[in-house]
């Protein structure tokens, strides 16, 4: 039996066209919209690094080039922030994307679905089990980091890690939905997986939410996986063929997760993080309790 692979890679699908949140999405991308002050995106990427991740890749499409200037140096403003002692502090926040890790960005070139999203990811991971950061998704934890917490239980089951949570009956239509059996506290065996089910179809309410770790032979599911809903790759349906086969765990993670897909996950993530931010947090705090009073 070798040794379990340690995991050091992770992707991000970002190629979305944030349909859900236009017309702010129309010329910035909707993975570079703010939560409170740094971009959706950089939650993610530090939630890679402090889950032991040295390398990522960022999945994106025509006019996200933004997102990579922002994990670039930006000089000209470093140079400027650098001589000004009191700007100290700032001048480390805008240098820190640039010096996460690894960054490496791959532009999909026509939109085809998560699934397929991985699969152009397929030379940069090679024969290696890796993660992936679903790019909408945004989770803010006091302990482990998400992805952290599904690297730990890839390691002691050596089996695909999906994350999961339960999300009330009428939403499981709009996710996937799992068959599962408990193992232990939090942790599931699934042998079989639907996505966007139909009523009648829904195995357990439990669905795939942000966060998976997967071995590296769910680029040979994919290549040989027929398109599904909305005519697209879609990646759960790899997944699936995996449950059916080798089996997977499905991991009930602890943690916050912010839709920044949506308006009301934008909003809700601003809020939420605002009250804690070192900065804000006391004034935001008077600041809502005053306004409550008013609704």
Same mark, same amino acid.
């Given at each position: 039996e070798i040794g379990i692979m340690k995991i050091t890679k992770a992707i991000i699908p970002a190629a979305g066209l944030g349909t859900r949140v236009l017309p702010a999405s129309k010329a910035v991308p909707k993975e570079m919209l703010n939560?409170?002050?740094k971009p959706a995106i950089q939650y993610l990427v530090e939630e890679a690094v402090n889950?032991?991740?040295t390398d990522v890749l960022i999945i994106t499409n025509r006019g996200k080039g933004v997102i990579e200037d922002h994990f670039d140096h930006a000089y000209e403003l470093e140079d400027k922030l650098s001589k000004n002692p009191d700007k100290k502090e700032l001048y480390e926040a805008v240098l820190e994307p640039s010096q996460l890790c690894n960054t490496y960005f791959l532009r999909q070139k026509e939109t085809g679905g998560?699934?397929?999203?991985?699969?152009?990811?397929?030379n940069f991971v090679g024969n290696e089990p890796f993660a992936i950061l679903y790019g909408d998704?945004?989770?803010?934890?006091?302990?482990?980091?998400v992805t952290k917490q599904l690297i730990d239980a890839y390691e002691k089951y050596g089996k695909g890690i999906v994350g999961v949570k339960e999300a009330p009956t009428k939403d499981v239509s709009k996710y996937?939905?799992?068959?599962?059996q408990k193992i232990e506290d939090?942790?599931? *065996?699934?042998?079989?997986?639907?996505e966007k089910p139909k009523p009648e179809e829904i195995m357990s309410n439990y669905s795939i939410l942000g966060r998976v770790v997967m071995p590296p032979e769910i680029f040979?599911?994919?290549e040989n996986t027929p398109k599904g809903a909305g005519n697209e790759l879609q990646l759960t349906d790899a997944m699936k063929t995996l449950a059916q086969t080798k089996g997977v765990i499905a991991l009930d993670y602890y943690g916050t997760r912010y839709d920044m897909g949506n308006k009301m996950g934008i909003m809700k993530a *601003?809020?939420?993080v605002a009250l804690k931010h070192p900065e804000i947090a006391e004034d935001f705090k008077a600041y809502i309790k005053e306004l409550a009073k008013t609704l």
């Open positions: 939560i409170v002050d889950s032991g991740i998560l699934g397929h999203a991985v699969l152009c990811a397929k998704d945004v989770f803010i934890s006091d302990g482990d980091p996937c939905s799992l068959k599962v939090k942790v599931f *065996n699934c042998t079989d997986m639907i040979e599911i994919l *601003n809020c939420e």
